[in-house]
């Protein structure tokens, strides 16, 4: 016999959030790459977004206090250490780790993430030079749509 959390805990109301993504607008980032905010957790630090990139972009480099799942939905990527994502790939970056990916020539790189955090980029002598985290990113949504006289749909918490 299957039991329900609700059965077991009637108190506990468990509810499902939805994104429709197409409402949510494709934000400049960095040079060669846009952003689709689709869930910022200020609880948590989650950010669960998407990026496009242009075939050739790379991302500086930088790690992540937390850990990062990307999932591969167009085009091919990599860190330059033996593998390339390709389209249904899935990353699992660890917390503390540290990369620069590169997109690989073709088609326009887009990706899923799932950031537990922040991202905390670097110079080339490991320096912090900027850190995005949901209350950043929350800003640059913001701005966006004011800028481009934007409904701004509601991103969840």
Known sequence: ????????????????????????PW??????????????????GQ?????KSRPGAFLPIHFHPGT???????????????WNAKPGDVAYETAGSTHRP???PGEDVIIFAVVEGALVFLDDEGNVTEIENWQSLLKKY???????EIKQECITF
């Open 1 to 24: 016999m299957s039991t329900s959390l609700h059965e077991t805990n009637p108190d506990i109301e468990v509810q499902a959030s939805y994104v429709d993504t197409e409402k949510l």
């Open 27 to 44: 934000i400049d980032w960095a040079e060669g790459h846009q952003i689709k905010i689709a869930r910022l957790n200020p609880s948590t």
């Open 47 to 51: 950010i669960v977004f998407f990026i």
């Open 68 to 82: 990062v799942i990307v999932y591969t939905i167009q085009g091919n990527w990599t860190y330059d250490d033996g």
């Open 102 to 104: 590169r997109m690989l």
């Open 142 to 148: 913001r701005d966006h749509c004011v800028k481009h």
